[in-house]
C-alpha cells in the first residue's frame, strides 16, 4: 500500500508521524519537497494522502480533482486523498482550531478578536471566529503590527497569534505586548514549540485564559485520519494523544540551593525518562573555559550572571529535557520565564545542615548560605509547580518526583 503522509517544503522535526501512529494504522512519513518539485510530486502517484503544511497549502489546490465545501470556501487545502475521481482537498484546520479554542475555554460570542497575521492559517481562523459569533475581527498583518495600531485595537478581548513570531528557535519573542489590550479575556498561540511561548507566558502573569497550538496539531489531524481511512474516531483520542505529546515535549528544570543535590537527581530522572540531560553549571564552565569560582574571582558575579542566562536560553529553547540549574538561575527576573516555556519547574530541597559549600563561591560559610537561603526560597517556592524532598536518597526523591510528574 502507497503511504500517507506529510508535503511541505521544509519540514525538520515534526510530530505528524508519532500523531498519525496513534490514529490509523498506515504508513506515515514525512515528504520534504521543494517548489521546483512540487509539480513532480503532486503527479506522481507515490502517497495515498497528504496533510499539506506551508508553502502549499493554496498551491495544491489546481491538482484537486474537487474540493470539500469548506476547502473551497477558505481557499485553503491542508489535507488530500487520492480517489479513483483523482485529488480530493480538504481543510482540517478549521476543525483544529475550533478544537483548540474549546480545550482553552477561550470565549468567542461577542468577543472583539484581534488575529495577528495574515497569512498561512489566518483566513481559517477568521473563519472559525467568525462562524462561532465574534462581535469583531481585526487582522492584524506583520506592515500594521505597530504599538500605535495595536492602541487603536485596545478594546479587544481575544488575541490569537497565527504568525511564527515566538516559535522555536526564536523562543522568547512576542507578536505583541498584551498589556495594550485593556480587557483581555483569552490568548490563543497557534505555535506549540515551545510549549509556551512568550505571548502565553505574558497572558498566565496577567491571569488571561490561554492556549497553545498543541491540541489543534492532534485535532487536525484527527480528522486527516478519519478522511484517509473513511472512519469515524472518538474525540477522546485527541486528549490521549495531546497528553502523550506534551510528556515526550516536556522539560523538567530543576531548581533550588547549591548542594541540594540537583544534578544526582536530575540524571537519575533524564534516564528514567529517557530525555537528554543538561548541567547548566557544566554548560557554564566549558563555554567560560574554566571553573565557577575562576569566573567569580576574575571577571566578577556580573559577568557569570550574564553568561548563565545565555546558556540558559539556549538550553531551555529546545524541548524535552531534564535541566539542573544553579543555586542563583532565578535570581535574574528574565531566567524565569526560560525556565517556563517547555514545561515544569521543580524545586530540589534540602536541609540547610546537609548542604555542601564546597566550590560555592556565594556560600562558602554557613552564615552566608543562611542568608542566600533566606533570600532565594521565596522565589524558588513562587517558582515551583512541584516541591520534592531529597533528604538522604536521591533515588527515592526520583521515584516521588516520577509521581507527581505522572510521566
Known amino acids: 500500500m502507497k503511504p500517507y503522509g506529510l508535503l511541505g517544503e521544509k519540514l525538520g522535526h515534526s510530530f505528524s508521524p508519532l500523531i498519525h501512529s496513534r490514529l490509523g494504522e498506515y504508513e506515515y512519513r514525512l515528504f520534504p519537497t521543494p517548489k521546483e518539485e512540487l509539480d513532480a510530486f503532486l503527479t506522481g502517484g507515490s502517497f495515498a494522502g497528504l496533510n499539506v503544511t ?11 480533482k474537487e474540493l470539500s465545501p469548506l476547502a473551497k470556501r477558505l481557499g485553503s487545502v491542508n489535507t488530500l486523498k487520492v480517489t479513483h475521481e483523482g485529488l480530493m482537498g480538504y481543510n482540517t484546520d478549521y476543525y483544529g482550531f475550533a478544537h483548540m479554542l474549546a480545550s482553552g475555554n477561550i470565549p468567542v460570542v461577542g468577543e472583539k478578536c484581534a488575529v495577528i497575521g495574515s497569512g498561512g492559517v489566518s483566513p481559517t481562523v477568521c473563519a472559525v471566529l467568525e462562524d462561532l459569533g465574534a462581535e469583531k ?30 516559535m522555536f528557535p526564536g523562543n522568547g519573542v512576542s507578536p505583541v505586548d498584551l498589556r495594550q489590550f485593556h480587557s483581555l479575556r ?13 505571548l502565553l507566558l505574558q497572558a498566565e502573569e496577567l491571569g488571561v485564559p490561554r492556549v497553545g497550538g498543541l491540541s489543534m496539531l492532534v485535532a ?11 472512519k469515524s474516531l472518538d474525540n477522546g483520542i485527541i486528549d490521549t494523544v495531546t497528553r502523550e505529546l506534551e510528556g515526550l515535549c516536556e522539560t523538567v528544570c530543576l531548581i533550588g540551593m547549591p548542594g541540594s543535590g540537583k544534578t544526582t537527581i536530575g540524571k537519575l530522572l533524564a534516564e528514567k525518562l529517557g530525555k537528554e540531560f543538561v548541567d547548566t553549571d557544566e554548560a557554564i564552565v566549558r563555554a567560560a573555559g574554566k571553573s565557577i569560582p575562576e569566573i567569580f574571582s576574575e571577571d566578577g558575579e556580573d559577568a557569570f550572571r550574564r553568561l548563565e542566562t545565555k546558556v540558559l536560553a539556549e538550553a531551555t529553547a529546545k524541548s524535552g529535557r531534564v535541566i539542573a540549574t544553579g543555586g542563583g538561575a532565578v535570581v535574574r ?8 516555556q517547555n514545561g515544569r519547574i521543580v524545586l530540589v530541597e534540602r536541609g540547610l545542615d546537609a548542604l555542601s559549600t564546597e566550590g560555592r563561591p556565594l556560600s562558602s560559610s554557613e552564615d552566608a548560605l543562611r542568608r542566600l537561603y533566606e533570600e532565594r526560597q521565596p522565589i524558588y517556592r513562587s517558582l515551583a509547580d512541584i516541591i520534592v524532598q531529597n533528604a538522604k536518597i536521591p533515588a527515592e526523591a526520583v521515584t516521588a518526583l516520577l509521581e507527581e510528574l505522572n510521566l
Open 186 to 198: 483569552g490568548v490563543a498561540d497557534l505555535i506549540y514549540n515551545p510549549l509556551k511561548t512568550a
Open 333 to 340: 527576573p528574565e531566567n524565569r520565564n526560560l525556565l517556563k
Open 137 to 166: 475581527i481585526t487582522v492584524v498583518s506583520h506592515k500594521m503590527n505597530t504599538p500605535a495600531f495595536i492602541e487603536t485595537i485596545a478594546d479587544h478581548t481575544v488575541v490569537v497569534n497565527t504568525s511564527p513570531v515566538g
Open 220 to 230: 487536525q489531524a484527527k480528522q486527516a485520519a478519519e478522511i484517509f481511512e473513511d
Open 54 to 64: 506551508m508553502p502549499y497549502k493554496k498551491a495544491v489546490i489546481p491538482y484537486c
